[in-house]
């Protein structure tokens, strides 16, 4: 059974930090482009990062670039999100999903965990 599930979602004050995980069982995460992606409520959910499955590549939105960081651990089939200085316009429900193209656009994700929640308030 192909599964991505995601962990590590919660309530947190601005300023604050997140470790989100995402495991995979099933197939190899490691062999695929793994994405996380958010939604908040009332908007389009949107990549926020991803690292590509061939060479490794890791993007990341430009609302979170030097705050997010990506990472892959292949000896436990998971990828994180580590995510520092939250504010409230991160919060919103965080998916992980894996994709066998290159690029994590939404629409070319084959695999899609459940979701975790963040909340960034005081």
């Known amino acids: 059974q192909l599964q991505l599930v995601e962990s590590g979602g919660g309530l947190v004050e601005p300023g604050g930090s997140l470790l989100l995980s995402c495991h995979a069982s099933g197939f190899s995460a490691n062999a695929y482009s793994i994405g996380w992606f958010r939604q908040a409520p009332g908007k389009a959910r949107e990549e926020v990062s991803c690292?590509?499955?061939?060479?490794?590549?890791?993007t990341y939105a430009d609302s979170v670039k030097g705050r997010f960081t990506i990472s892959r651990n292949n000896t436990e089939n998971s990828v994180y999100l580590q995510m520092n200085m939250l504010t409230p316009t991160d919060a919103g429900v965080y998916y992980c999903a894996a994709g066998a193209y290159y690029y994590c656009a939404e629409e070319l994700m084959n695999y899609w965990g459940q979701g975790t929640q963040v909340t960034v308030s005081s």
């Open positions: 690292v590509r499955g061939s060479d490794g590549t890791m």
